[in-house]
């Protein structure tokens, strides 16, 4: 499989989703082009439905769609979605309605549109809700399949998606399952947990570890909510050392939801890879060496903080 | 709808008005003011024109009911209990720790209530989904939206004032829809007029491509009217303007804007019982005053 962005990946799965499940429609709020679900309003116009720039009632019209017997997926940029983290709180969330809620241009990797734009808070948000899963795939296949679990799933969730080309890191026998994180790449004297588009960079910063001689586990959090705990936990307690890596707010995304794990369970030092600040326009390329996720300053942050 | 039996309304209601002071006075708090003013618009959709079944909360053919003005949920539990959801005796159990009657509604735990609302603004928008879902399911089910006249000072209301005349267009056309307005005129700081006004608030919603239905909201023939003439009107949502007293029923909390988010005192919760019902007090109304009086010597 060739490169390709999640939120192409999505558009592409849920029109082939669509063909088989007529409970599926769409609303966007004039960003479905950007959203990728252009093509499912042309596949099925009787079934995909443009709000206008009206984000919180798109999300209201899909908590009663899906009240009522449909399965709706409401998406729109991650930061304006969950910008209207009122209505997912309580006409989503507490209202317990199957909304397939799908964030898109995600992070500082969206580039010259500047800090507007980037979803950068939306994990937290979602994450302080007690029940809206959130799953942020890592490349095209990974991206179809939680599309397709999204669809089974029975309550409301939450899709990370990005802008960018994401580069395959899965096997086709790979197999996504809601709540289960996997090790890439096994290693012994550090764990990198990572997902989306800063799964591939911790991969490379992987392989340029080892040629120095520090063997880095890798693990992909596809599940950033409910954490697979058993896998991080065995992680950490094989390395002694936890890495998190993540195109979000340093505060409460990834980085937060494994430390906050780490230091009730077993204390681990954790070193905690993101954005602080806002972010900025500018080259996504630029972006991630300035913040540091690219896989040189992934790898330089890794050395640091082993002291090697 | 036909036979419309006034009498019976009327006595439905007030049934329902005194439940509504005794359960807030048990409650120590709650919102009396505008679940007085909803509730004959309440009565008339539970008691005369919805279709329902208390036994199958998730009957996909029911009629549904958005209250969006989530904080009188207390006249909708009422009306639920009258209609067989659970029992009568639980609703003086209404924000207690551990009862399914909460502050404000709550989907999953009471069958039957339709959608959590509470934090203003988001009902509509929720009821708009579900009549586009209906119409797609093919149901010829119907959705009623109750909206408080402080509440349609959020943006989102408007949003969804805009979207539902049009959305579904051309193949479904979301005319089994119909919003009623709780135009009482106060709102938690003070009268509407002084805190944002609203006016011309039909001719705002007409020129969001809504009919609109200008009633007294506490003349059940009205309403029933008002909500049969919605239910002919083809191809478009309707929008109806209740026009209400706050705390209607209970002279000394009409009107008043104290009266939206407090709860009466025992005594004067016997004493607008009394109002309520009139002399001679009714043999159901007896128990219910010496249970309040109990509860005033504790």
């Given at each position: 499989m060739a490169a390709k962005a999640s939120r192409a990946a999505f558009g592409e799965a849920l029109i082939e989703l669509g063909?088989?499940?007529?409970?599926?429609?769409?609303?966007?709020?004039?960003?479905?082009?950007?959203?990728?679900?252009?093509?499912?309003?042309?596949?099925?116009?009787?079934?995909?439905?443009?709000?206008?720039?009206?984000?919180?009632?798109?999300?209201?019209?899909?908590?009663?769609?899906?009240?009522?017997?449909?399965?709706?997926?409401?998406?729109?940029?991650?930061?304006?979605?969950?910008g209207r983290f009122e209505t997912i709180r309580v006409s989503v969330a507490y209202s317990q309605a199957p909304v397939k809620l799908v964030g898109t241009h995600v992070g500082i990797a969206i580039g010259e549109d500047g800090y507007s734009q980037m979803g950068m808070e939306d994990i937290a948000c979602i994450r302080a809700l007690p029940n809206i899963p959130i799953v942020q795939p890592a490349d095209e296949l990974e991206t179809r399949q939680a599309?397709?679990?999204?669809?089974?799933?029975?309550?409301?969730?939450?899709?990370r998606l990005t802008r960018q080309n994401l580069e395959p890191v899965h096997g086709d026998g790979y197999r996504f399952q809601l709540g289960q994180?996997?090790?890439?790449?096994?290693?012994?004297?550090?764990?990198?947990?990572?997902?989306?588009?800063?799964?591939?960079?911790?991969?490379?910063?992987?392989?340029?570890?080892?040629?120095?001689?520090?063997?880095?586990?890798?693990?992909?959090?596809?599940?950033?909510?409910?954490?697979?705990?058993?896998?991080?936990?065995?992680?950490?307690?094989?390395?002694?050392?936890?890495?998190?890596?993540?195109?979000?707010?340093?505060?409460?995304g990834l980085g937060g939801a494994v430390a906050e794990l780490l230091a009730e369970v077993m204390p681990t030092p954790v070193k905690r890879l993101g954005v602080s600040g806002f972010g900025e326009s500018g080259d996504p390329k630029g972006l991630y060496a300035k913040h540091g996720l690219d896989p040189e300053g992934i790898t330089r942050s890794v050395r640091k903080f082993l002291n090697r | 709808m036909a036979n419309l039996d006034l009498a019976r309304l009327q006595g439905i209601a007030r049934k329902c008005r005194v439940q509504i002071l005794r359960m807030l006075t048990h409650a120590g708090s709650g919102h009396p003011g505008g679940s007085l003013s909803v509730i004959d618009i309440l009565t008339t959709l539970y008691f005369n024109r919805m279709r329902y079944d208390p036994e199958r909360p998730d009957w996909e053919d029911r009629d549904r009911l958005v209250l969006s003005k989530g904080h009188c949920v207390p006249a909708q539990y009422c009306c639920m209990a009258k209609a067989g959801y659970f029992p009568e005796s639980q609703l003086i159990t209404l924000r207690k720790l551990g009862s399914p009657l909460q502050g404000h509604p709550d989907r999953m735990m009471v069958p039957g209530i339709e959608a959590a609302t509470g934090s203003l603004g988001q009902g509509l928008s929720i009821a708009v989904g579900m009549a586009l879902g209906l119409k797609l399911a093919g149901k010829s089910a119907r959705v009623y939206c109750v909206l408080g006249d402080g509440e349609i000072q959020e943006g989102q209301v408007w949003e969804a004032a805009m979207s539902a005349p049009k959305l579904g267009a051309p193949d479904h056309h979301l005319d089994n829809l119909c919003v009623v307005l709780d135009y009482n005129g106060i709102q938690l700081d003070d009268h509407v007029k002084k805190i944002l006004d609203l006016e011309p608030v039909a001719d705002k919603w007409k020129a969001f491509g809504w009919p609109v239905l200008d009633i007294d909201g506490h003349d059940i023939a009205q309403i029933d009217k008002a909500l049969d003439q919605a239910e002919s009107l083809k191809g478009r949502p309707t929008f109806i303007v209740a026009h209400?007293?706050?705390?209607?029923?209970?002279?000394f909390m009409e009107n008043e804007p104290e009266w939206h988010g407090k709860a009466p005192k025992p005594a004067e919760a016997i004493r607008g019982i009394r109002e309520i019902v009139g002399e001679p007090v009714p043999s159901w109304v007896a128990p219910v005053i010496s249970e309040l009086e109990q509860l005033e010597k504790k």
């Open positions: 063909a088989r499940d007529e409970r599926i429609v769409t609303l966007d709020a004039d960003l479905s082009k950007s959203t990728m679900t252009a093509r499912f309003a042309k596949a099925y116009p009787s079934r995909a439905f443009n709000v206008g720039i009206a984000e919180s009632t798109m999300i209201g019209v899909a908590a009663g769609l899906a009240l009522s017997g449909r399965i709706p997926f409401a998406c729109s940029f991650a930061c304006f979605l969950v599309v397709a679990y999204a669809v089974e799933h029975p309550g409301p969730i939450y899709l994180a996997e090790v890439l790449r096994p290693g012994s004297d550090v764990s990198i947990a990572a997902s989306g588009g800063t799964l591939w960079n911790s991969l490379e910063a992987a392989s340029k570890l080892a040629a120095d001689g520090i063997q880095a586990e890798v693990l992909n959090i596809a599940t950033i909510k409910p954490l697979d705990e058993e896998t991080i936990l065995r992680s950490a307690g094989k390395t002694g050392r936890m890495v998190t890596v993540e195109d979000h707010s340093l505060q409460g | 209400t007293v706050k705390g209607k029923g209970v002279s």
